[in-house]
Nanobody, 115 residues
Framework: VQLQASGGGLVQAGGSLRLSCAASGSIFSITAMHWYRQAPGKERELVASTTTDGRANYADSVKGRFIISTGNTKDTVYLQMNGLKPEDTAVYYC??????????WGKGTQVTVSS
């Protein structure tokens, strides 16, 4: 599975961004899609995840502000980020989990929130 993320950028606090991640290859094997982020000097952390049947899970720090969703063909995962805060600044990575218990990662996309 190959993943291509896009949509990062610079935004002011309180603004919104939408990240997209398109999967290709053996997409039929995907069972869950997720977004992680890594800020400078910090460990990578889970932001949000969703199963292909629509069960979503969020980090406490983004609940009520971020929404994870998939496209109709389940080969794209989105992260709608509203009410962005400077502490949301990080490199965001999309990933997928497959039926074979494999995890694939895309290249990160930078999100910078200015105060």
């Amino acid at each position: 599975v190959q993943l291509q993320a896009s949509g990062g950028g610079l935004v002011q606090a309180g603004g919104s961004l939408r990240l997209s991640c398109a999967a290709s290859g053996s997409i039929f094997s995907i069972t869950a899609m997720h977004w992680y982020r890594q800020a400078p000097g910090k460990e990578r952390e889970l932001v949000a995840s969703t199963t292909t049947d629509g069960r979503a899970n969020y980090a406490d720090s983004v609940k009520g502000r971020f929404i994870i969703s998939t496209g109709n063909t389940k080969d794209t995962v989105y992260l709608q980020m509203n009410g962005l805060k400077p502490e949301d600044t990080a490199v965001y990575y999309c990933g997928v989990f497959t039926r074979l218990r494999e995890t694939y990662w895309g290249k990160g996309t930078q999100v910078t929130v200015s105060s």
